[in-house]
Nanobody
Framework: QVHLVESGGGLVQAGGSLRLSCAASGSIFRINDMGWYRQGPGKQRELVASTTSGGSTNYADSVAGRFTISRDNAKNTVYLQMNSLKPEDTGVYYC????????????????WGQGTQVTVSS
């Protein structure tokens, strides 16, 4: 059993900052890629940023230069530092992780957090 728990969402004015955290727990052998997705009102879920276990990162064009993804492998935690927030960044942010559980060999499964609301007012 694996759980991803997000925290750090909230209401912020445009231009402000928020930091999201996502901690994975359970029968974890190894975590491969981790990432953040978001779903705005009336929109499809989209990738915001991702990071490999080695620290390589990837960003959506809309957030590059404003958001920074990082991870602490010892704590099984991924972070998303969001600066210069815009109203269009509003949405539910979901943590995602590719995890190999204990006893699963090389087989990995994808897990999702429950989501955390980010609202940016203009």
């Amino acid at each position: 059993q694996v759980h991803l728990v997000e925290s750090g969402g909230g209401l912020v004015q445009a231009g402000g900052s928020l930091r999201l955290s996502c901690a994975a727990s359970g029968s974890i052998f190894r975590i491969n890629d981790m990432g953040w997705y978001r779903q705005g009102p009336g929109k499809q879920r989209e990738l915001v940023a991702s990071t490999t276990s080695g620290g390589s990162t990837n960003y959506a064009d809309s957030v590059a230069g404003r958001f920074t993804i990082s991870r602490d492998n010892a704590k099984n935690t991924v972070y998303l530092q969001m600066n210069s927030l815009k109203p269009e960044d509003t949405g539910v942010y979901y943590c995602n992780a590719e995890i190999v559980t204990i006893g699963a060999g090389r087989y990995q499964s994808v897990y999702w957090g429950q989501g955390t609301q980010v609202t940016v007012s203009s």
